[in-house]
């Protein structure tokens, strides 16, 4: 049985940890907020936007554009987003092991001719451990989403789709539901189906904090009676766009925005469902704490008092025997 001095150590340790972990998950609440904070500020564009595409796909659906040519594949690209750092759970780790799934899968085509968009630097260490090509340093998007920076990567990805240079273009993220649900995806950016991504999940709980699924539950009641009172309230636009010059030009300036955005928010549902992960991680790191506290308190006050019960056993046998 350890000493006291060994249990009271112990016991300070953990205490020590549990500080860190309870502050590590204040931090990742506070970062949450503020992620949460720029998908809502970003969904009235996407709504917008989406909005007049599936208008122009309802007046004419037989549109076609450069960036929904289906064709063999022979070079296919990965975007795939994880962090910077660790301490997030299986965030990491279950990006990984999806990204190496889809190589797999595209392993018959060579390794030269599958090109990875790391962002976030785990996932740059495990390209460059596994030897796959890199198309450039993006870690500082992980910590900080930049939309400059994301656009600049979906023109240059449109650029090589359109010459021919990359016949597939795939996605790997985790898509954020809410603080306690966070959907890994894979999905396909290029070719370009617009009817299926207009029809893609948008719920998201953009109000909370709270990971427990009762208090879930409620939020979503409540927010889905809000979004039916506001409905009644709310006129439908008039869709009667006239296009200029024609529908395949307009297309193809408005798809291309489209792909920027859905790169941006890819961005911002990963970093929000990596800082909600960390919580929830150190959550639990804190509760466990708490409750190896419990044990070793019990362990330090049964030794201490058996301690003192053996003293006043050699106390009074000393006296019997005297």
Do not use: W
Not at 15 to 27: F, H, L, P, Q
Not at 113 to 141: H, M, Q, W
């Amino acid at each position: 049985m350890p000493s006291l001095k060994e249990i009271k150590n112990r016991i300070a340790s953990v205490n020590s940890t549990r500080k860190i972990t309870s502050a590590m998950k204040m931090v990742a609440s506070s970062k949450l907020h503020h992620a949460q904070v720029a998908i809502e500020n970003m969904l009235p564009y996407e709504t917008m936007l989406e909005h007049i595409l599936k208008a122009f796909l309802a007046a004419e659906a037989e549109s076609q554009t450069v960036y929904d040519q289906e064709r063999p594949v022979k070079k296919v690209a990965l975007i795939v987003y994880a962090s910077n750092s660790s301490l997030c759970g299986g965030f990491n780790s279950n990006v990984l092991k999806m990204m190496q799934q889809a190589i797999a899968d595209y392993q018959h085509l060579g390794m030269e001719n599958i090109l990875i968009y790391p962002i976030g630097r785990k996932v740059a260490e495990k390209v460059t451990k596994l030897g796959l090509r890199s198309a450039g340093d993006f870690t500082d998007l992980a910590d900080k989403p930049n939309v400059a920076k994301c656009i600049d990567i979906a023109v240059e990805i449109g650029k090589m789709f359109r010459e021919g240079e990359l016949d597939k273009v795939e996605m790997i993220y985790h898509h954020f539901k809410s603080a306690g649900s966070q959907v890994l995806t894979r999905k396909t950016f290029l070719p370009f189906d617009l009817t299926e991504e207009l029809e893609r999940d948008h719920e998201r709980d953009l109000s909370s904090n709270i990971a427990t699924r009762q208090a879930q539950e409620y939020l979503r009641k409540r927010k889905k009676q809000q979004e039916e009172r506001e409905h009644e309230e709310v006129k439908p636009l008039n869709d009667n766009f006239i296009v200029e010059p024609d529908m395949e030009s307009v297309l193809n300036t408005l798809i291309p925005k489209l792909l920027h955005l859905m790169l941006y928010t890819a961005l911002l549902d990963s970093n929000a469902s990596e800082h909600a992960a960390r919580m929830v991680a150190m959550q639990t790191a804190t509760d466990n704490a708490d409750e190896l506290l419990r044990q070793l308190n019990l362990q330090y006050n049964k030794s201490r008092q058996q301690a003192i019960t053996n003293e006043l056993l050699d106390i009074v046998g000393g006296s019997v025997n005297n």
